[in-house]
C-alpha cells in the first residue's frame, strides 16, 4: 500500500508545543525503533517480544478519577473509581510535561468504536514504541482520511515517570488517572499496555450508557451468515473466547462492544489474549495471529531459542499477546453486526447448582448481569480445594464508573425492545461440585449454544428451577436430558438442595451492595432459597 503524507499534529492544546515526537509510524518502522531502542525481541513467528518490567497487570488500587463537576454526581465512588482531586491532577500533569522536555516520544492518532455515529478519537503518546504498536493494534486504525488536527481523548503513558505518593495524592509510584472534564488520561510508573486500553474503556463505560443511551459490554460477539449476532458474557475460565470463536461465524470481536440503537460494534481494532498454555490444537485462531505485527508480552523462550514457551509462567501467569483482528481469518471488517438476537451469560459454577442452560426473563438477566457469577477453583498446590465464588458486577466491575444498576437498566430496556433471548449457560460442574462431579462436556456446551442459536430451544417445554427460577429446557438435540436438570444428575438430590440453597444465599448477599438502586423488577430476578425436606 502506497504510503499517503501525513501531517505531524500541533500539541499545543496539551503544553507540548515543543515536544520531540515520532508520529503515525507504521508498525515495521516501530518494531526497528523497538529493537534498535533494546526494548524487545523478535520471536521465531515473527512478533516482538516484550517485557512490561515491574507490573505485569494492571494495578486497580491505583486507577483514580478526577472529582469533579463532570464527575461528582455521577460516577460510582468507592474501591473502583478511587477519587484523585483536580488539584493534584494539575500538578502531576504539569509534572509529566517538565518531564518530557528533554525526551522524544511517540504519538498516535486512533479511534475507538467501529460504528462511525459513535467512534470517539484517541491521541496516544507513549514513552515506548511497543506501547505504540500496541495502541495500533488494539484501537481501530484510520486509513487514507484526514486525521484529527485534535482528538476528542488524550493518554499520556510515560513508564519511566513516577509519581510522588506524598505530594501527588497516589497511592504509590506508579498511576492511571481519568480526567473526563480535560478529556486526558495520564499514565506513569507502568508499563503495562493493558492500563492503555482499559483506561479508553472505562471512558467508553461513562459517556456511552450516559450521553448516547448505548450499552457499553464486557464481552465477545459473533455473527452468523444470516446476520444473527450474538454476545457472549463471562469472567476468565468460563469459556467466553472459546466457544465465541466458531468457524461457522465471523468474530466481531473478543472483549468490548457497544450496543447502540441498530447495531452492536466493536469498540475495539484488535484483540489482546492470554497466551498460559496457548497451543495451536486449543486456539488455532490466537496462535496463528502471533506473526509480524503482533506483540507479546512477558512470555519465555525455550532455551538457546527464539520459540516461545508458553507454559512457561516464571515472569506472570497473565502472557498476552496483543494483534490486530486483520489476524484472526473470520475476523468481520468493519467489526459492526445487527442487534442480537441471543446473549450468553457463560459461568463455569463449581458447585454444580446451576442448570448447563436456561433462559432468563428480563428481571432475571438484569440481576444475573449485576451479579456476575462465577466460581474459580483454587489452586492445587495450596492444598486447597473448595470452589471460590466470584461475583464481578456487569461481568467488568473494574471498568464501570457508573452504578452497575444503570448498565443493567439498559440491558433489560433493548432486551424488551429488541426482543433478545438472554440465556445462562453453565461451563462448569455437573454431578456434584468440584471434587464430585465432573466438568461439563465442551461437546455439550456448544450443542446447546447451537441450539439457542438455531431456534431449536424455542419449541420445547421447559422446567423451571426450584430456587433460581430459571426456564430449563427439557430436551435438547446432542445432550443427554438428564443433564438438563442438574438435580437430577446428583446421586443425593437433598445434598443437591443444600448446596443450591447454599449458592443462592451468596448471590443474595453479594446483590445488598447493589439493592438500595435496584428497581423491583430486577428483585424479581433474585433466587429465593427453598425448604429442604429430609
Not at 449458592?503 to 435496584?518: G, H, S, T, V, Y
Amino acid at each position: 500500500m502506497t504510503k499517503y503524507s501525513i501531517q505531524k499534529p500541533q500539541l499545543d492544546y496539551l503544553g507540548l508545543a515543543s515536544l520531540q515526537f515520532k508520529y503515525q509510524l507504521s508498525v515495521p518502522e516501530l518494531v526497528e525503533e523497538a529493537i534498535k531502542n533494546g526494548e524487545g525481541t523478535l520471536a521465531d513467528s515473527g512478533a516482538l517480544a516484550i517485557d512490561t518490567g515491574k507490573f505485569k497487570g494492571r494495578s486497580p488500587k491505583d486507577r483514580f478519577v478526577v472529582s469533579d463537576e463532570v464527575t461528582n454526581d455521577t460516577v460510582w465512588w468507592g474501591d473502583i473509581n478511587i477519587k484523585i482531586s483536580t488539584q493534584h491532577f494539575d500538578s502531576l500533569y504539569q509534572k509529566m510535561l517538565a518531564y518530557l522536555t528533554d525526551k522524544e516520544v511517540y504519538v498516535r492518532d486512533a479511534y475507538a468504536c467501529a460504528d462511525k455515529t459513535y467512534s470517539t478519537s484517541i491521541r496516544v503518546i507513549t514513552e515506548y514504541a511497543f506501547q505504540n504498536i500496541f495502541a495500533n493494534n488494539l484501537f481501530l486504525r484510520y486509513g487514507n482520511e484526514e486525521l484529527p488536527a485534535q482528538p476528542e481523548w488524550t493518554i499520556i503513558a510515560i513508564p519511566s515517570f513516577l509519581a510522588n505518593p506524598q505530594t501527588d495524592g497516589t497511592r504509590q509510584e506508579n498511576f492511571s488517572i481519568l480526567n473526563f472534564s480535560k478529556k486526558i488520561i495520564l499514565i506513569g510508573g507502568t508499563a503495562y499496555t493493558g492500563e492503555i486500553k482499559k483506561g479508553i474503556f472505562s471512558v467508553l463505560n461513562f459517556v456511552l450508557p450516559e450521553q448516547r443511551n448505548t450499552l457499553s459490554m464486557h464481552c465477545s460477539a459473533n455473527v452468523g451468515k444470516d446476520g444473527d449476532s450474538a454476545v457472549f458474557f463471562g469472567l476468565s475460565g468460563t469459556g467466553k473466547t472459546t466457544l465465541s470463536a466458531d468457524p461457522n461465524r465471523a468474530l466481531v470481536g473478543d472483549d468490548e462492544h457497544g450496543w447502540g440503537e441498530d447495531s452492536i460494534f466493536n469498540f475495539e481494532g484488535g484483540c489482546y489474549a492470554k497466551c498460559v498454555d496457548l497451543t495451536a490444537e486449543k486456539e488455532p485462531q490466537i496462535f496463528n495471529a502471533i506473526k509480524f505485527g503482533a506483540l507479546l508480552e512477558n512470555i519465555n523462550y525455550f532455551p538457546a531459542s527464539r520459540t516461545v514457551d508458553f507454559s512457561n509462567i516464571e515472569k506472570t501467569e497473565n502472557t498476552r499477546v496483543a494483534y490486530p483482528m486483520h489476524h484472526i481469518d473470520n475476523a468481520l471488517e468493519p467489526s459492526i453486526a445487527p442487534i442480537p438476537k441471543n446473549i450468553f451469560f457463560l459461568t463455569a459454577d463449581a458447585f454444580g447448582v446451576l442448570p448447563p442452560i436456561s433462559k432468563l426473563t428480563p428481571g432475571q438477566a438484569m440481576f444475573h448481569f449485576i451479579s456476575g457469577y462465577t466460581a474459580k477453583v483454587a489452586g492445587t498446590e495450596t492444598g486447597v480445594t473448595e470452589p471460590q465464588l466470584t461475583f464481578s458486577a456487569c461481568f467488568g466491575k473494574a471498568f464501570l464508573p457508573l452504578h452497575p444498576t444503570a448498565y443493567a437498566k439498559l440491558l433489560g430496556e433493548k432486551m424488551k425492545k429488541h426482543q433478545v433471548n438472554v440465556w445462562l449457560v453453565n461451563t462448569g460442574w455437573s454431578g456434584g461440585p468440584f471434587g464430585v462431579g465432573s466438568r461439563m462436556k465442551l461437546s455439550y456446551t456448544r450443542a446447546m449454544i447451537t441450539a439457542a442459536l438455531n431456534g431449536a430451544l424455542e419449541n420445547v417445554a421447559f422446567s423451571q428451577h426450584p430456587v433460581f427460577g430459571l426456564a430449563m429446557p427439557n430436551t435438547c438435540d446432542n445432550v443427554p436430558s438428564e443433564v438438563l436438570n442438574p438435580r437430577n444428575t446428583w446421586s443425593n438430590p437433598q445434598h443437591y438442595d443444600t448446596k443450591a440453597n447454599e449458592l443462592a444465599q451468596a448471590f443474595l448477599d453479594n446483590f445488598k451492595d447493589f439493592e438500595e438502586f435496584a428497581d423491583e423488577e430486577m428483585k424479581k430476578g433474585m433466587p429465593k432459597l427453598a425448604e429442604i425436606i429430609v
